[in-house]
């Protein structure tokens, strides 16, 4: 197949990628601004996806049978991907996410028909919107597919609640000191490895059942963020040394994590994945967070540069556990 990946070289995206020139029957061509690196077996656009103007010249002439956006965010980017591709494609993959879905949920597992609904993130509202006007829009000379990552993560990333993707955390729990695990660190989450991801996500590329449906597509593991950390901690040989503190604490010391929090990593993120096991058959995940969270660590410790702590980042959960400190068992 001619596949067209807008992205290609991100967390996740980049394993899609991979996956699929491992296989060698497609033709890649990857939009993207060529910040990254770009794998060679690949044919590179590089272009601004976000200027429309930009990206409709730059897909003027492209000849793909699917398109992948791992780039599109707010119904403006859809929108210049319809006017782009409209009547060129047999499929339109769009990646949204699974903050799509009601917070809090009403029931548990989640299903991807749990009702979309998020009264807390700007982001996942964007999504939502873009699933609407997506929706509006998919016919067959534009045949869309949606698919909803949850929290995937691969070895260039150490995942966290609020506090990004690198090593801070994790430099904090080397050294001993303490870092923040949200409310009592009870409730379940599901964190996915890309490469797991990946392997259901091209079970769904060039699927004539797929098209017109939606899936969230996550491991089977359910952890407490208690045995998330826990699992860090053995995987950088060290003993943890969490600070728990409420969700809406945190949130007013530090408004951005409202979303994160409220709108995503506070509540049960455990999810029934019946439905892409049905359309890709024989997928499962078969990796671990253990061995996911190892491999990133692995790969951090290979190179001292990857271990660079950001300053705010560090700054920031010193003064969010300073302000808890001062006011615990206080009514706030």
């Given at each position: 197949?001619r ?25 890649i061509?990857?939009?993207s ?18 200027n429309?103007a930009?990206?409709?010249r ?38 949204s ?13 989640i ?11 700007p ?9 609407e ?16 990552p949850?929290?995937?993560?691969g ?13 801070t ?8 000191q303490?870092f ?11 964190l ?20 017109g ?8 593991e ?15 040989s ?19 994590a ?5 709108g995503?990593?506070?509540?049960p ?7 892409i ?9 078969e990796k ?7 491999e ?34 206080l009514?706030?």
């Amino acid at each position: 197949m001619r596949i067209l990946i807008i992205g290609g070289t991100g967390n996740i995206s980049s394993e899609v990628t991979s996956l699929l020139c491992s296989a060698g029957d497609h033709e890649i061509t990857i939009l993207s601004s060529g910040t990254r690196p770009v794998p060679t077996e690949c044919h590179h656009i590089k272009a601004n996806k976000f200027n429309d103007a930009e990206l409709e010249r730059s897909l003027k002439d492209i000849d793909v049978d699917i398109a992948i956006d791992f780039m599109a965010f707010t119904p403006a980017h859809c929108r210049a991907n319809y006017k782009a591709l409209r009547g060129r494609i047999k499929q339109f993959i769009f990646i949204s996410s699974a903050t799509v879905y009601e917070k809090p949920p009403k029931k548990i597992p989640i299903t991807e028909d749990t009702p979309r609904g998020n009264p807390y993130w700007p982001y996942a509202q964007d999504k939502i919107a873009c699933e609407e006007y997506l929706e509006s829009v998919h016919s067959d000379d534009f045949p869309v597919t949606i698919v909803r990552p949850s929290h995937t993560f691969g070895k260039t990333w150490i995942p966290s609640p609020i506090n990004g993707c690198g090593f801070t955390v994790a430099s904090r729990i080397k050294s001993g000191q303490p870092f923040i695990i949200h409310d009592k660190g009870e409730s379940l989450w599901t964190l996915t490895a890309s490469s797991d991801f990946a392997k259901g996500f091209a079970g769904l590329i060039g699927n004539k059942d797929a098209i017109g449906e939606a899936f969230h597509i996550t491991s089977d593991e359910n952890l407490s963020w208690n045995s998330i950390y826990e699992e860090l901690g053995e995987a950088l040989s060290s003993k943890i040394n969490p600070v728990h503190i409420p969700s809406e604490f945190i949130a007013k010391v530090y408004p951005n994590a409202l979303g994160m929090l409220m709108g995503d990593k506070r509540e049960p993120g455990v999810f029934d994945n019946s439905k892409i096991k049905k359309f890709v058959p024989g997928f499962k995940c078969e990796k671990s967070f253990a061995d996911t969270i190892k491999e990133s660590v692995d790969w951090f410790m290979e190179d001292s540069k990857r271990r660079e702590v950001d300053i705010n980042e560090n700054k920031l959960i010193e003064d969010i556990i300073s302000a808890w400190e001062k006011t615990e068992g206080l009514r706030y």
